[in-house]
């Protein structure tokens, strides 16, 4: 008798199952390199920030659990995607070396570092990341120029560095940011004028330039403004603007003066001439020697009528006396 062997029965529908399941382990597993930039950029931050992630990280399952850490699933695979690391202290000096960290995240797009307490100035390995869409850094304590290398992060819409304690001026290399709708720089120590290549900015919906009292000259013209603040500054406006803030309008020489300064290509460009006050002859050696002279003839005309009306009061006075004198006669 012949024994017939049995061949296990597969099923089609279990095998297939356990492939999507396994296929979904897959999907949910976050990019080890990630987290691996992620920890070592926290070493280089350092003190409670560190502390703070040593103390939990034996209980989490990846580094996408942690507060202020968010994943996203990309080509089948969880990526860190935005971080907000907000109120922690950094005394180690070794930002730059956190930032050289981060900039290895392929697909960071949002980083939110609000009052950070950094050790040291504006850190310009910021600008290695490139995919950045938001940066904040407001309320720190930064002490330094903005590095001209902010202007390598060409994806950035929306930039706060407020609050601070920057210097200098703004960048030329803001220009080079062409998606940036919000913009803030208030409460800083900037000074000097906006950039001329500002007006490349076509995108600029926010802008926020108050509290830097040194800043002057004139505003370039953002077709899609809706917001702005320049109060405490002594920034002008140029006639058409759309959004104006309660700023006076530039006279010609704010609009000659700020070419000089502000990096126009052309110091003697006339591009604005048109955008100023009406009244500009007012201020200038011209106005001042017309008014003069109008002022000098309105006192002579007074001078006039009034010599004239003492002569016709002495006549009339004459006139009284003889008219009384000789009604006494009669």
């Not at 942690?66 to 070794?94: A, L």
């Not at 930064?142 to 001209?148: H, K, L, M, Q, R």
Request: proline share 3%; net charge positive.
């Amino acid at each position: 008798m012949k024994m017939k062997m049995k061949i296990p029965s597969i099923n089609l529908f279990n095998f297939l199952i356990a492939y999507i399941y396994l296929w979904g382990i897959k999907v949910i597993t976050v990019k080890a390199d990630d987290c691996l930039y992620l920890e070592k950029a926290i070493n280089y931050f350092g003190n409670d920030l560190k502390e703070k992630y040593d103390n939990i990280r034996n209980n989490l399952k990846s580094c996408c659990e942690f507060q202020g850490v968010i994943c996203q699933d990309i080509n089948n695979e969880k990526h860190i995607t935005e971080i907000k690391f907000n109120f922690y202290k950094s005394f180690s000096k070794k930002e730059s070396e956190a930032f050289n960290e981060l900039s290895n995240l392929q697909h960071l797009t949002s980083l939110d570092m609000d009052f950070f307490m950094f050790s040291s100035g504006f850190p310009a390995e910021i600008g290695k990341l490139k995919n950045l869409k938001t940066l904040h850094l407001s309320h720190n304590s930064f002490v330094s120029n903005i590095p001209e290398e902010i202007g390598n992060l060409i994806n950035l819409v929306d930039l706060k560095l407020s609050f601070n304690y920057l210097t200098g001026t703004i960048p030329k290399s803001f220009s080079n940011l062409k998606k940036l709708k919000y913009l803030s720089l208030e409460n800083n120590r900037l000074e000097g004028t906006v950039p001329y290549d500002f007006k490349y900015l076509e995108d600029m919906q926010d802008l926020r330039l108050n509290d830097n009292f040194s800043l002057h000259g004139y505003i370039p013209l953002f077709p899609l403004i809706s917001n702005c603040n320049y109060a405490v500054t002594n920034l002008c406006i140029l006639k058409s603007a759309k959004c104006k803030a309660g700023l006076e309008v530039c006279s010609l020489e704010d609009i000659h003066m700020t070419n000089k300064e502000n990096g126009n290509p052309n110091p003697l460009s006339v591009e604005y001439d048109n955008e100023c006050k009406t009244n500009n002859f007012i201020k200038s050696p011209i106005g001042i020697i017309i008014i003069i002279i109008a002022i000098i003839l309105i006192l002579i005309l007074l001078i006039l009528i009034c010599l004239r009306i003492k002569k016709n009061g002495k006549k009339e006075h004459k006139i009284y006396l003889m008219m009384n004198g000789k009604s006494q006669k009669n």
